[in-house]
């Protein structure tokens, strides 16, 4: 049975739209405050640019949900708040950490908060959707038909992890303009579609509003863009879609709630797995920000902006297209997806090497200091030798 996209299509208008026109707004409200991006080393843009784009995509998503409490008490729309039979969700409080994420990312963006206190902030709203029923649950065991691998009090800091990790993600990934709205709008389409197979109507309304609203933001956000998305953006979609993720059980609940999320968000999770491993690998902090990310080491191959984003947005749309296929095919062709699509994606990592050093630690033999060279410096060369052939920095 084909399912009423209608009320789906309006959900997306009303969040297209409403980002849209609160771009601009929330552009003049970063210029205001002074939330502003200004060039350095490490920055890709050549200008200053505001950000606090955030505001339009919160806004959108927000005005998704009046449309479909309007659709529903007056049109006879479904009530799309019916959780799942594997969970209890309190929406209340699910709405309550929604604002809570897009509080901390707000206050990120006008003070620049420490590394410690952001992260706070996303624990503090991953504890509260998870006391509010939002959690993991059982996983399906792909070996074992009709089996499960019941977490037990493991759920709910598995469960905490796993959203602030999925929080996180889109943020470290957004460095060009239009990449993070973009990869958003492509995965949260797909989650969409997932969750219109599985008939989750909960999941497939929160996901098709954060693809309007990221969409609309992207009329501003693209290269050349006007305004970034900044961390109240960047974490509240990575907060909406690892909350999608969850809400969103089809039959095969281990796979959708495990791999195919993982899948579909892989190219910010590789990006963000190489910057830890790179990070280690030279004795830097991993919070210690480097020029090491795909974006980078693409426009050091010779892409401008927009092919680079280009060649991030189709990797992303092949992840998607394999994830859509792993869920209607049984477990042997769907292990083998899934190595295709990783062997593939890793061999692109090689190829850019996402994972050596750009920044490592060089004891000056003069001053006896120690400092950080990257790959400018004389020193560097020394130490990545080191760390060629030790596996570590000097």
Known sequence: MVPNLIPYLCLFSAALAVSLLATPLA??????CGAVDYPNSRRINKKPIPRMGGIAIFLGIVAAFVVQYVGTMNFGWPVVLVPSPKLDVNYAMLVLAF?????TGLLDDRFSLSPRQKLAGQIAAAVIAVAGGLVIGDISNPFEPGGFVHLGWLTYPLTVVYLVAYTNIINLIDGLDGLAAGISAIASFTMFVLSVWAGRLDAAA????VAGSSLGFLRYNFHPASIFMGDSGALTLGFALGAVSLLSVTRFAGLTTIIVPLVIAAVPIIDTFSAIVRRMRGHVSIS???RGHIHHRLIDEGYDQR???????AWTVLLCVGSLVMTQVETVP???IFCLLLVASMAFARHLHLFEPVLLHH???KTGADELVGPDDEAFEEEAEKVHRHGKGA
């Open 363 to 365: 004891y000056n033999p």
């Open 334 to 336: 769907r292990i083998v």
């Open 288 to 290: 210690h920000a480097d």
């Open 307 to 313: 092919q680079a984003v280009l060649v991030m947005y």
């Open 27 to 32: 552009r003049k409200i970063a210029i205001w």
């Open 99 to 103: 604002l809570v994420i897009f509080a």
């Open 206 to 209: 929160l996901s098709i509003a």
